[in-house]
C-alpha cells in the first residue's frame, strides 16, 4: 500500500536556526498538508497546498514558514529561524482529489526539538 | 471553518459498542465530516467521512443527522487494540482547511 513518508523522524536543532522537513506524499496524490502537534495537544492546521500554490493557512503559518514542492515528488515544510515554541511533530499529508474523496494520508511524523 | 466540540475522554470494555459524538454548530455546505484515528507517537489514520446520513465502512459507521450540526462515530464491538484518540475532522472542499476538535482519548479495558 502506498504510504506518505517524511525524514528525518527527529530533528534537533538550535534556537534561531533554520530547518527543512522533508516529505514526499503519494505520487498521484494533489493535495498536500501540513500539520504540527505540540506534545500531548490537538493536531493542528498549517498549510495546505494545491496545484504548486498555498491554497490555505492557519495564523500559526507566519512569514518564518513557507513551503515548497521543489521536483514533482518532494515536498517541504521551512522554518526559517527556530523558536523554542516551534519543538512539536509535524506531519505532512496528502489527498487524491476528485469528487467527494477527502481522505487524507498522514505521514509518520518529524519530530522537531528546538533548544 | 467549523468548530468541533467532542467528548474528552470515553472509556468502554472489550466487545461493547462506543458512540463518539462530536458537535459542528457552524457547519457549512462545503464542509464534509471525517474521523481519524490516532496512536501515540503517530500519525492520524482515516477511519470514515460523510457528508450526511449513514456511512458504514469494514470497522465503523457515521451517523450525520439531516442538520449536520453534529455526527457520531459508532464503534462496533471495540477491543484493547482501540484505545487512542479520535479525532472529528470538519474539511472545507473550497479551501482545502481542517481544522481538527480536540480529541477523544478512548481507552479500552478488558
Known amino acids: 500500500e502506498p504510504e506518505v513518508t517524511q525524514t528525518p523522524s527527529h530533528q534537533v536543532t538550535q534556537m534561531g536556526q533554520e530547518v527543512i522537513l522533508r516529505c514526499v506524499p503519494i505520487?498521484?496524490?494533489?493535495?498536500f498538508y501540513w500539520y504540527r502537534q505540540i506534545l500531548g495537544q490537538k493536531v493542528e492546521f498549517l498549510v495546505s497546498f494545491y496545484n504548486n500554490e498555498i491554497s490555505e493557512k492557519s495564523e500559526i503559518f507566519d512569514d518564518q514558514f513557507s513551503v515548497e514542492r521543489p521536483d514533482g515528488s518532494n515536498f517541504t515544510l521551512k522554518i526559517r529561524s527556530t523558536k523554542l515554541e516551534d519543538s512539536a511533530m509535524y506531519f505532512c499529508?496528502?489527498?487524491?482529489?476528485?469528487?467527494?474523496?477527502?481522505?487524507?494520508?498522514f505521514g509518520p511524523g518529524t519530530r522537531l526539538t528546538v533548544t | 471553518l467549523a468548530k468541533t466540540t467532542q467528548p474528552i475522554s470515553m472509556d468502554s470494555y472489550e466487545g461493547q459498542e462506543v458512540n463518539i459524538t462530536c458537535s459542528h454548530n457552524?457547519?457549512?455546505?462545503?464542509?464534509?465530516i471525517t474521523w481519524y484515528q490516532q496512536f501515540p507517537s503517530q500519525g492520524p489514520r482515516f477511519i470514515i467521512q460523510g457528508y450526511k446520513t449513514k456511512v458504514t465502512n469494514e470497522v465503523a459507521s457515521l451517523f450525520i443527522p439531516a442538520d449536520r450540526k453534529s455526527s457520531t462515530l459508532s464503534l462496533p464491538r471495540v477491543s484493547l487494540s482501540d484505545t487512542a484518540v479520535y479525532y472529528c475532522l470538519v474539511f472545507n472542499t473550497n479551501a482545502g482547511k481542517s481544522t481538527f476538535g480536540d480529541g477523544t482519548t478512548l481507552t479500552v479495558k478488558p
Open positions: 499529508a496528502s489527498t487524491p482529489g476528485g469528487q467527494f474523496s477527502y481522505e487524507q494520508y
Open positions: 505520487s498521484n496524490h494533489l493535495y
Open positions: 457552524n457547519i457549512a455546505t462545503n464542509d464534509y
